[in-house]
């Protein structure tokens, strides 16, 4: 492990606290430094990999594509760069927590109806990714934020995940998750397919109180490839701001309506 960086400033970003370490990066909270003087969170890459001149080319190249981004469901870039000899990228600071932490709250008991509208919202965010040429390749719970006002905020794409160098390729089921990866992400293997396989275990295990109706499961996942998936013009989505009393109370995470 590379030391911690709390106390280091990149670009006009102040790094405060190390949140989350990893294998390839380290997560930091920290702060704006300036008028706007607002939360960040800050993902900093191992020094190996700016050191890399084919990585660092292809790194600001996939950050260029997601930071250009502009979908309900993704959580943006606010800036990429290098800076201390470091790889690093920033995105909004999310204190609400992400749909991990709202399943251990609520016992992992979501219904089916408050399971679609969070897989059609990831769909859709993936659909969108997919349309331009970027693929996540490590959808899972933690890595899907909450919004303030509700929303499903897909975040950290996998720039490393999908880098190849000289036929070496950097992904690995253990850089991701093995309960969301695809068997083919084992042999260092990364495509589209990949996340689908990953929003069908994730749609396999987070409604758990299905009670046996296996028709409406089952109406659920046509709505959920044929809308999500292709993207569903008629689909309004408005969670309530407290996502976790909505829950226990067994109400639906949104209101879901076609137009005429």
Known sequence: MSELLEGVQLSDFLLIECISRGGVADVYRGRQVGEGNYEVAVKVFRPGYAQRAAFREYFMAE???IGQFEHPNVLPFLEFGEGEGLLYTVTPFIASGTLDDLLKQ???KFSAMQ??????QLCSAIQY???RDVIHGNIKPTNVFIASDGRMLLADFGIVRGYDDSQQSLTRVGWGSAEYAAPEQSLGVLRRASDIYALGVLLFRIPLRLGGRDEQCAAGRRHILACGLTGCQGCTFNAPVDAEQNVRSGRPLHTH????
């Open 257 to 260: 309506s076609r137009a005429v």
């Open 106 to 108: 609520v016992g992992g």
């Open 129 to 131: 990714a997919h349309d």
């Open 63 to 65: 950050a260029e594509k």
């Open 115 to 120: 399971a679609l509208p969070i897989m059609q």
